[in-house]
């Protein structure tokens, strides 16, 4: 059925029909329009670019939906893009909802769902790469996922751009700024709450297009903020909040470690009440917490305290949302990721600092930063008022505390030792907390850059002279006069770069001047997908199909083309010095030597020789994979030689506090698995690791392929296999999986003669007697009296060596032992209980005999 705002589509599109259609359908809603929202409609309908810049919950989404609106009735295609999939994702589902799932379409790089929608949502990059190609956003060519167009309307004929501030990204700016430069015929949105001066915008916009700019300005929020510099401790601060009725509170942290550790504080402070603690332990009755951070959370909530950080698995992250939603948690320990948007309603904001790290140094918030973290106190509809605490520094709090307990006693005021700044840290004080509160935000400035990708965008199939678009792209753009001659002089080596490979030509026009053409077919989805991605097609040509290790080396490859999950590679370095560290004590090595070779461990970089070379000779005549490099590293690969489930893996690398990090990068790979690899690279262990590896990501949290797969569900993803069963037993090749690496994390062992490691693995048998150390030793000892080693290389882990029985409610799994003689007469016996591994949602098993056959 349409939805109800497409019923309202006026017959003649004139602004005033456009008008009173949309504020009857608000009215209708039971929404009314603020006065600045009402100013930002009438310049939409009578086709002026819009510039919104208004508080945090003063009702920009609105415009948004009227500016889709107004462009669906006039018959031009608009796009939405956003800074983050999550909130490209998420306005997807909110406009499918309004405007019917036929006339919404999304396209992020991992999926493209309905793409010649006439309302697409899409990241940043996505559009910027469309510019690039297209010029005047009407010459797409139809038929590509990437460029889809509807015949008879404008490519892109509206853009609204959310969170417009990331201009100013110096790593993502150049995406919000290269549309204004290259869509002359586009009306375009822009909007956030923290521009700042915008004239600059307004001129250049007008200059381009010859349309003028209505700038919507508002510094009256709909729900008013009061700011305030407190000298309390925090345990104090929240108690005193809550008592009086100003809660929720979300105290912001600038690392994920303090929010949990902030949240562990809090235990002994009374924050909920008796039946509030009940209310919130009925609400997650049927609710799974797994073990790890699983645990420590579920005992923060039934106290009444939610943590919120991004390295949280995301059904943990929507259970404090749901819990403050409904009004059961008052206190939430979090980042600030808050000020990019955080689904929960806030009654007071208390920045716990106003010192963050930006990756290179420890530096204080910038105004900007400030501003969006404190505007998400007070939400309409929810409260009246809103409020911004910032504390002050530890030190500072605890002089202050001192000073408190010694009264008016000159005695006791006179022994006091006042603390000070830890020496090198960034300080604050009550004037930074003014001066940060009275500042508009920074003037966004620009940081466009020129890459391979940005000039082979210009000349793939730009229509014209792309040697004048080119030109004009890096002369006339929002740089200053040496940044633009900076952007020259890039062009050129790239230039130079591209003729000297084969990949462009000089070539004389029918008027006799000389421009630049391509000399080769680029890849179709060249830019807009993994940029790696067409790498890892030709270094799959490169590996041997017949290896043992051969499923495990396409993942290796596919591995070192994804984003590094950095708090997953520091933990695996971390356990690998130690590793080295203890090794190099036991062979009695002195510290100087073990520090100088210690300079050589790292984390787990399978086939990186093999994949280096294969990339420098793949750049010879592909160098617009120049900008970037690929990674070679190994996660999924490690869980699946390890047979570790989710949550051994997380435990064995202490990544308890950023396992949604892990889980997210493994989402990340499934996808990329399955959509990189043709069929005719894939054997029958490749499709049962690519299985097992769904089955773990669903039986985690199924929220991220969920999403993806309802994504996929409605886009144009060839090739697509259905999603991985919800239970154990319905993904047999993933059970399979799950049990050869239990089996054979044990094999390893053994081959170790590791005991007492084996025997703190809790084996049972079927009577539920343990196998400890002793057991283990009794049963597998004498192998070593027959045999020098017990092989454990790429063919002892192989299929012919795992012995499955299937019943219908057990397997019966022999694992049989890899002997250098290659007898195969030593084995360890296993019963696999499917009821119960469907129920746990990983293998549950009793080793039932070990030894020789």
């Given at each position: 059925m349409?939805a ?77 893009t956003?800074?983050?999939k ?46 690039l ?25 509206q ?48 200059r381009?297009?010859?349309?003028e ?24 601060l ?5 008592e ?30 008796r ?70 309603p ?47 520094p ?10 408190a ?5 000159p ?9 000070k ?20 935000p ?34 006339d ?5 040496a ?20 990949v ?14 391509l ?22 040509e ?21 984003d ?30 073990r ?6 461990v ?7 020789e ?14 617009w ?17 390890h ?46 690791l ?101 092989l ?6 192989g299929?012919h ?9 057990r ?36 080793l ?6």
């Amino acid at each position: 059925m349409p939805a109800p705002l497409l019923d309202r589509l006026p017959q003649d599109p004139d602004p005033d029909a456009l008008f009173e259609a949309f504020v009857d359908w608000a009215t209708d809603e039971g929404l009314e329009l603020y006065p600045h929202q009402e100013e930002a409609l009438l310049a939409l309908v009578t086709g002026s670019h819009v510039v919104v810049s208004t508080p945090t919950g003063s009702g920009k989404s609105l415009i948004a939906m009227a500016a889709h609106f107004v462009a669906l009735a006039q018959g031009r295609r608009t796009f939405y893009t956003a800074p983050l999939k999550a909130l490209v994702s998420e306005k997807f589902f909110d406009l499918v909802r309004v405007f019917g799932p036929d006339n919404v379409g999304m396209l992020t790089g991992d999926s493209a769902v309905n793409p010649g929608a006439p309302i697409v949502c899409a990241t940043a990059e996505i559009l910027a790469n469309i510019a690039l190609r297209t010029g005047d956003g009407t010459a797409l060519e139809s038929g590509h996922v990437d460029d889809p167009v509807v015949p008879g309307a404008d490519a892109v004929g509206q853009v609204v751009m959310d969170e417009f501030h990331f201009y100013a990204d110096p790593q993502r700016g150049w995406a919000w700024q290269v549309p204004l430069l290259e869509l002359p015929r586009t009306q375009f949105v822009l909007m956030s709450a923290t521009l700042g001066d915008t004239s600059f915008f307004a001129q250049d916009l007008t200059r381009r297009t010859g349309v003028e700019v209505a700038t919507v300005t508002s510094v009256e929020r709909p729900v008013p903020l009061t700011y305030e510099y407190v000298v309390e401790p925090v345990h104090e601060l929240v108690t005193r909040l809550v008592e009086t009725g100003r809660s929720p509170v979300y105290l912001v942290h600038f690392t994920q470690k303090d929010a949990v550790e902030r949240a562990q504080a809090l235990m002994s402070t009374t924050v909920a009440g008796r039946e509030q603690r009940d209310a919130i332990s009925a609400e997650l009755a049927d609710f799974r917490f797994g073990t790890g951070f699983g645990t420590t959370l579920s005992r923060f909530l039934r106290h009444g305290v939610g943590v919120h950080h991004a390295g949280m698995l995301p059904r943990y992250r929507r259970v404090v949302e749901r819990l403050t939603q409904r009004g059961l948690l008052t206190v939430v320990c979090g980042t600030d990721t808050l000020g990019v948007g955080i689904n929960v309603p806030i009654r007071t904001v208390v920045l716990t600092s106003l010192v963050k790290y930006d990756g290179q140094r420890m530096r204080h918030l910038s105004a900007r930063e400030f501003h969006q973290v404190a505007g998400r106190a007070g939400r309409a509809g929810y409260d009246t008022s809103g409020e911004v605490l910032v504390l002050a520094p530890e030190h500072v709090i605890e002089n202050r505390v001192a000073l408190a307990k010694a009264g008016d006693d000159p005695k006791k005021v006179k022994k006091i030792v006042r603390k000070k700044a830890p020496a090198g840290q960034v300080n604050w004080t009550e004037q930074t907390f003014e001066r940060l509160r009275d500042s508009d935000p920074e003037p966004l400035t620009s940081s466009l850059t020129v890459t391979h990708a940005m000039v082979l965008n210009v000349l793939a199939r730009r229509t014209g002279d792309p040697v004048q678009a080119m030109r004009r792209l890096l002369t006339d753009n929002h740089e200053p006069e040496a940044g633009r001659g900076r952007l020259v002089r890039q062009a050129v080596r790239i230039y130079r770069s591209l003729r000297q490979s084969g990949v462009v030509d000089r070539v004389r026009t029918p008027d006799g001047r000389w421009t630049v053409r391509l000399a080769v077919s680029l890849p179709e989805e060249f830019a807009l997908n993994q940029p790696l991605s067409p790498f890892a097609l030709a270094a799959l040509e490169v590996l041997d199909p017949t290896a043992p290790s051969y499923a495990l080396d396409v993942v290796s490859v596919v591995e070192a083309t994804l984003d590094d999950p950095r708090q997953v590679l520091v933990a695996q370095e971390k356990k690998a010095r130690g590793e080295a560290v203890a090794a190099m004590k036991a062979e009695g090595l002195e510290y100087d030597e073990r520090m100088a070779l210690l300079e050589d461990v790292t984390y787990p970089r399978p086939l990186a020789e093999l994949i280096g070379h294969t990339f420098a000779v793949y750049r010879r005549t592909n160098p617009w994979v120049a900008d970037h490099v690929p990674s070679p590293k190994s996660v999924v690969r490690d869980m699946a030689e390890h047979g570790a489930t989710f949550t051994e893996y997380v435990s064995a690398y202490g990544l308890q506090r950023t396992e949604g990090v892990l889980l997210r990068y493994l989402a990340d790979a499934f996808r990329a698995l399955r959509q990189t690899v043709p069929p005719e690279a894939r054997d029958e262990a490749f499709a049962e690791l690519l299985e097992w590896l769904g089955v773990v990501v669903r039986g985690t949290d199924s929220s991220l392929l969920d999403e993806w797969e309802r994504l996929a569900a409605g886009g144009d993803v060839a090739g697509e296999e259905p999603p991985p069963p919800a239970t154990l037993s319905g993904a047999p090749r993933a059970l399979r999986a799950m049990v050869r690496g239990a089996l054979f994390r044990r094999v390893e062992l053994v081959a170790r003669e590791r005991w007492d490691e084996l025997g703190a693995l809790g084996d049972t048998d079927a009577d539920g007697a343990a196998w400890q150390a002793h057991r283990w030793r009794d049963a597998l000892d004498p192998y070593f009296d027959e045999h020098d080693e017990l092989l454990v290389g790429a063919d002892a882990r192989g299929p012919h060596l795992l012995i499955v029985t299937e019943h219908p409610d057990r397997w019966e799994v022999r694992q049989l032992l890899d002997d250098p003689a290659g007898h195969h007469d030593w084995h360890l016996d296993a019963v696999v209980d499917l009821a119960a591994s469907d129920e746990a949602g990983e293998p549950v098993w009793h080793l039932v005999d070990a030894g020789r056959l």
